[in-house]
Nanobody, 130 residues
């Protein structure tokens, strides 16, 4: 069974930066993590996409996100990273990792859609306050 485990969250002050990690593990039955993505969900809010990256390294960002988010991945470590700079109070949310297993090497579609992802982590909490 595939499991996604996020880490790196915490309580920080505005202006600080964090790097979040999502480590995938489990039996993929010879499939790869064709697409991995980061979402976030604030208390009482909807889950919104941040960015995704295919196995081939091509990245897609939600245009509603500012340029403070950077997605990267290490296929050898089965890990997806999210670098967040200049954190703001509005960034307070659960940051959740998602993945698609398959034989492809890219994320399909022109936008990141929640329904496309079959595997989800529990999230890591980021709290930004002064």
């Amino acid at each position: 069974q595939v499991r996604l485990r996020e880490s790196g969250g915490g309580s920080v002050q505005p202006g600080e930066s964090l790097r979040l990690d999502c480590v995938a593990s489990g039996d993929t039955y010879q499939r790869r993590y064709a697409c991995m993505a980061w979402f976030r969900q604030a208390q009482g809010g909807e889950r919104e996409a941040i960015g995704s990256m295919g196995y081939d390294g091509r990245v897609l960002y939600n245009e509603s996100m500012a340029g403070r988010f950077t997605v990267a991945r290490d296929n050898g470590k089965h890990t997806l990273y999210l670098q967040v700079n200049d954190l703001e109070p509005g960034d307070t949310a659960m940051y959740i990792c998602a993945a698609v297993l398959g034989w492809g090497t890219y994320c399909e579609g022109g936008r990141i859609q929640r329904e496309d992802f079959g595997y989800w982590g529990q999230g890591t909490l980021v709290t930004v306050s002064s």
